[in-house]
């Protein structure tokens, strides 16, 4: 079945600058690769998806990338904020089901 | 997106008791599946809720501990029974619109559970 792999598990940066959290998975034939951000005492939600006939998707200061050969994919924050400080997690959709695999998560801390 | 709600929010118990957990969807789904999340930890498939039939359980989880029901497309329930300290956790119900293809998965707020 399908693996997920997520690095690195804490993140600190300065607000204003740039974080990239990376996923590695599995099954090739995976398909479907969604973000989720939990904030402390929250539900998951879910922040940007990609579909594997993609290679980018973005939405405003967030985006995903796909690399489909090497069987990763990244989220990148830019001009971050203390507000995007929470728990990050990223799933792939495990081949031939309706399931998600998830990654272990980051927890991104944004130092004013 | 739906709108999902879960009952209870959260609850203390007993060890050896059992606790049902409810979720509601303000909207037919088509996928609904139960979640663990230990604390600090990751989000962890309990099962896939079937309208209709037997829910179909991940390994690691069997039917007897984490008995689920989904009488239609709107409503499923978790049961923990015979609960012990380790299934403090947070169970998260989520629900999927798309019937086919890869579709969002959107969470319920989630109940917090403490076993005593």
């Known amino acids: 079945g399908e693996n997920v792999e997520q690095h690195p598990s804490t993140l600190s940066v300065q607000e204003g600058d740039s974080a990239v959290i990376k996923c590695t998975y599995s099954d090739s034939a995976s398909n479907y690769f969604p973000w989720y951000k939990q904030e402390l005492g929250k539900r998951p939600q879910l922040i940007i998806d990609?579909?594997?006939?993609?290679g980018e998707k973005k939405d405003q200061r967030i985006a995903v990338t796909l690399n489909k050969t090497a069987k990763h994919f990244s989220l990148h924050i830019t001009e971050t904020q203390p507000e995007d400080s929470a728990v990050y997690f990223c799933a792939a959709k495990d081949p031939g089901t309706y399931k998600y695999i998830f990654g272990t998560g980051t927890r991104l801390k944004v130092l004013a | 997106s739906a709108v999902i709600s879960q009952k209870p929010s959260r609850d203390i118990c007993q060890r050896g008791t059992s606790l049902t957990i409810q979720c509601q969807v303000d909207s037919q789904v088509t996928m609904m599946f139960w979640y663990r999340q230990q604390p600090g930890q990751s989000l962890t498939l309990i099962a896939t809720a079937n309208q209709g039939s037997e829910a179909t359980y991940e390994s690691g989880f069997v039917i007897d501990k984490f008995p689920i029901s989904r009488p239609n497309l709107t409503f499923s329930t978790l049961t923990v029974s015979n609960m012990s300290p380790e299934d403090s956790s947070i169970y998260l119900c989520?629900?999927?619109?798309?019937?086919?293809?890869?579709?969002?998965?959107?969470f319920g707020p989630g109940t917090r559970l403490t076993v005593l």
């Open positions: 990609i579909r594997s006939n993609v």
């Open positions: 989520s629900v999927s619109e798309s019937g086919g293809g890869p579709g969002e998965q959107f």
